[in-house]
């Protein structure tokens, strides 16, 4: 799940979960996003996040683990732990993780949303 964090605008959801039925998400100005934030730095689609099952490295055949990846499609960046994604490349996200959607200036606490994994 993507829990919103202190500083970030109260008009985005709280919290968003992924399931198996809901496994993949767009964020953006544009109304069709499933998170929308009105922002002129906010790209119509800025970012797509999906939940994937990954085989843990060094593990038994049966042993998966649940993963968030997230890609950027904006044109002023998204941001993971302050640092900027490369543009239309998918990214793991690790528990903790801070997610941020305007630029933190390198702050790497600022963002909107914290990875939690259930």
């Given at each position: ?82 640092k ?10 690790q ?24």
């Open positions: 799940a993507l829990v919103r964090t202190e500083g970030a605008p109260t008009s985005i959801p709280s919290i968003v979960s992924f399931s198996a039925q809901s496994t993949a998400i767009s964020v953006g100005r544009a109304e069709n996003n499933n998170v929308v934030l009105n922002d002129r730095k906010i790209s119509k689609v800025h970012c797509r996040m999906t939940l994937r099952t990954c085989k843990r490295k060094g593990s038994a055949e049966n042993e998966v683990m649940k993963r968030l990846f997230i890609r950027d499609s904006s044109t002023f960046g998204t941001f993971v732990n302050g900027s994604l490369v543009k239309e490349q998918w990214v793991m996200l528990d903790g993780d801070v997610v941020g959607l305007r630029n933190p200036h390198g702050n790497a606490s600022l963002g909107e949303y914290r990875v939690k994994y259930q």
